[in-house]
């Protein structure tokens, strides 16, 4: 197990590249065993919720080339439909993409569920109802999901809730299917489009993607295709954040500004500045920033992905701020470990009521999530003294290094085994 220590107080400043979004990467990997052709994906994210999909597609028989850390091949001629029980899958929600994809192609598959998540229950109900529209046979037994269909057809699908999955599975499912399957109340997130557009790249009839409406022409075959993922947006407003937090002044590049327009308003409303270019974002944050209200919604809404984050910030800005979180029933568990630290945060039900401090100090902190380990970082990079955020296996899962992006803009972190004292002491000793 391994851990940052923070050493808080310094502004970040300079510049730096985002990688490719995690969230679109999962979707598009997974939609690649549709073809039997070879698919070439480029600006993958080299983060560990990859790295397991890519494990687990390998042993369903897909053959995985690593052109360099960004870049792969996949051959799926050789995939077969049965992604049964292993670590891998398991590991990660984003491998239930693969139901999709194989049911989607061999009309037949079972996958292993993965396992609870921490931000609340994580159902697949709307994932089902798509596939039992599309005319398959779904049960779930012994922890796996197992679908069967003598054949595809288009269908009217209604999504009860906003699901970015959901929307994302069924498109999977439906591009192979017979006729045409119209998806209402679809996700709009950009890996939406994305997944989307490869797709259409592989030879897919995919049209609306983007909109809440979707429809999917089904076509016989897929070809090979060489797609780029597109840029992370969560990880940009991470980047944004931390640089509002720490009074900073940085250019972040290979971004879509359009996909970071909830961001950078919030950001404005509380006094930074956000001047957007092409392919970049420049933040700048005066030292008294204000409160404002948030509410989390699906995009183009505020993203819940952000909210961890953007409640530090203003647990960090004058004057009291409300966050609602209205995706996940249970997003708020890292607020104790930021009260710890001095934070005067009070959460009632899916609000936080966040009465901003002058200042926070350091403490060891433990991650609950991913979103909520990036949100402590920011933390320990405001903080006086030195904080200890464990279980970064969490952050690594969705931020390529992290931490070394972090320095170069600055801050004073490392990446440490934990438990290593004498590495803890080295590091305190060298920042003073
Ligand atoms: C994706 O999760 C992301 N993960 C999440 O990011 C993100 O928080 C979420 O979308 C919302 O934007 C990946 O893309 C791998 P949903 P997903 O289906 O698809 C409920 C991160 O930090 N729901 O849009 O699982 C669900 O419980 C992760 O990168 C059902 O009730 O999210 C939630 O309350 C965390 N039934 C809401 O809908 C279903 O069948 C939105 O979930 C599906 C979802």
């Given at each position: 197990m391994e851990q940052y220590v923070i050493k808080g107080g310094r502004p970040l400043k300079g510049e730096v590249v985002i990688s490719g979004a995690k969230n679109s990467a999962l979707g598009i990997l997974a939609a690649a065993v549709l073809s039997e052709e070879p698919?070439?994906?480029?600006?993958?994210?080299?983060?560990?919720?990859?790295?397991?999909?890519?494990?687990?597609?390998?042993?369903?028989?897909?053959?995985?080339?690593?052109?360099?850390?960004?870049?792969?091949?996949?051959?799926?001629?050789?995939?077969?439909?049965?992604?049964?029980?292993?670590?891998?899958i398991r590991k990660i929600r984003g491998s239930y993409y693969l139901i999709g994809a194989l049911l989607g192609r061999f009309k037949k598959t079972q996958v292993v569920l993965p396992g609870g998540c921490n931000i609340g229950s994580r159902p697949i109900d709307q994932h089902i109802k798509g596939f039992e529209a599309l005319g398959a046979k779904v049960a779930i037994q012994h922890g796996m999901?197992?679908?069967?269909?003598?054949?595809?057809?288009?269908?009217?699908?209604?999504?009860?809730?906003?699901?970015?999955?959901?929307?994302?599975?069924?498109?999977?499912?439906?591009?192979?299917?017979?006729?045409?399957?119209?998806?209402?109340?679809?996700?709009?997130?950009?890996?939406?489009?994305?997944?989307?557009?490869?797709?259409?790249?592989?030879?897919?009839?995919?049209?609306?993607?983007?909109?809440?409406?979707?429809?999917?022409?089904?076509?016989?075959?897929?070809?090979?295709?060489?797609?780029?993922?597109?840029?992370?947006?969560?990880?940009?407003?991470?980047?944004?954040?931390?640089?509002?937090?720490?009074?900073?002044?940085?250019?972040?590049?290979?971004?879509?500004?359009?996909?970071?327009?909830?961001?950078?308003?919030?950001?404005?409303?509380?006094?930074?500045?956000?001047?957007?270019?092409?392919?970049?974002?420049?933040?700048?944050?005066?030292?008294?920033?204000?409160?404002?209200?948030?509410?989390?919604?699906?995009?183009?809404?505020?993203?819940?992905?952000?909210?961890?984050?953007?409640?530090?910030?203003?647990?960090?800005?004058?004057?009291?701020?409300?966050v609602t979180e209205s995706i996940y029933e249970s997003r708020f568990k890292y607020v104790d470990e930021l009260s710890r630290m001095g934070a005067s945060i009070k959460v009632e039900g899916n609000t936080a009521i966040v009465d901003g401090v002058n200042r926070i100090t350091g403490a060891t902190l433990c991650a609950s999530d991913l979103r909520a380990g990036a949100a402590l970082v920011i933390a320990g990079l405001v903080a006086e003294g030195f904080t200890v955020v464990e279980q970064i296996e969490f952050i690594e899962r969705g931020y390529e290094n992290f931490e070394g992006k972090l320095k170069a803009l600055g801050a004073c972190i490392e990446k440490v085994d934990s438990g290593d004292e004498r590495a803890l002491h080295k590091f305190k000793l060298k920042v003073g």
């Amino acid at each position: 197990m391994e851990q940052y220590v923070i050493k808080g107080g310094r502004p970040l400043k300079g510049e730096v590249v985002i990688s490719g979004a995690k969230n679109s990467a999962l979707g598009i990997l997974a939609a690649a065993v549709l073809s039997e052709e070879p698919v070439c994906i480029k600006n993958l994210p080299d983060i560990r919720d990859i790295n397991v999909l890519l494990h687990a597609m390998e042993n369903i028989g897909a053959v995985i080339e690593r052109l360099d850390a960004h870049t792969v091949k996949i051959y799926s001629k050789n995939v077969h439909p049965m992604a049964v029980d292993d670590e891998y899958i398991r590991k990660i929600r984003g491998s239930y993409y693969l139901i999709g994809a194989l049911l989607g192609r061999f009309k037949k598959t079972q996958v292993v569920l993965p396992g609870g998540c921490n931000i609340g229950s994580r159902p697949i109900d709307q994932h089902i109802k798509g596939f039992e529209a599309l005319g398959a046979k779904v049960a779930i037994q012994h922890g796996m999901v197992i679908a069967e269909a003598p054949e595809l057809s288009g269908s009217h699908i209604y999504l009860d809730i906003v699901s970015v999955g959901a929307t994302i599975n069924i498109m999977l499912a439906a591009c192979l299917a017979e006729g045409q399957t119209i998806l209402e109340n679809a996700a709009k997130e950009p890996h939406i489009v994305d997944v989307a557009n490869f797709l259409n790249s592989m030879g897919a009839n995919i049209k609306g993607a983007g909109t809440d409406v979707i429809k999917i022409n089904g076509v016989k075959k897929l070809h090979g295709s060489t797609y780029s993922i597109i840029p992370d947006q969560i990880e940009a407003g991470t980047f944004m954040l931390a640089a509002a937090a720490t009074r900073g002044d940085i250019i972040i590049h290979n971004v879509i500004p359009k996909h970071l327009e909830a961001i950078s308003a919030k950001l404005v409303e509380i006094g930074a500045t956000v001047d957007e270019m092409d392919d970049a974002v420049h933040v700048v944050a005066p030292e008294r920033l204000g409160h404002t209200h948030v509410k989390t919604l699906p995009y183009p809404g505020f993203p819940t992905d952000m909210q961890p984050q953007i409640t530090t910030l203003l647990a960090l800005s004058e004057g009291t701020s409300i966050v609602t979180e209205s995706i996940y029933e249970s997003r708020f568990k890292y607020v104790d470990e930021l009260s710890r630290m001095g934070a005067s945060i009070k959460v009632e039900g899916n609000t936080a009521i966040v009465d901003g401090v002058n200042r926070i100090t350091g403490a060891t902190l433990c991650a609950s999530d991913l979103r909520a380990g990036a949100a402590l970082v920011i933390a320990g990079l405001v903080a006086e003294g030195f904080t200890v955020v464990e279980q970064i296996e969490f952050i690594e899962r969705g931020y390529e290094n992290f931490e070394g992006k972090l320095k170069a803009l600055g801050a004073c972190i490392e990446k440490v085994d934990s438990g290593d004292e004498r590495a803890l002491h080295k590091f305190k000793l060298k920042v003073g």
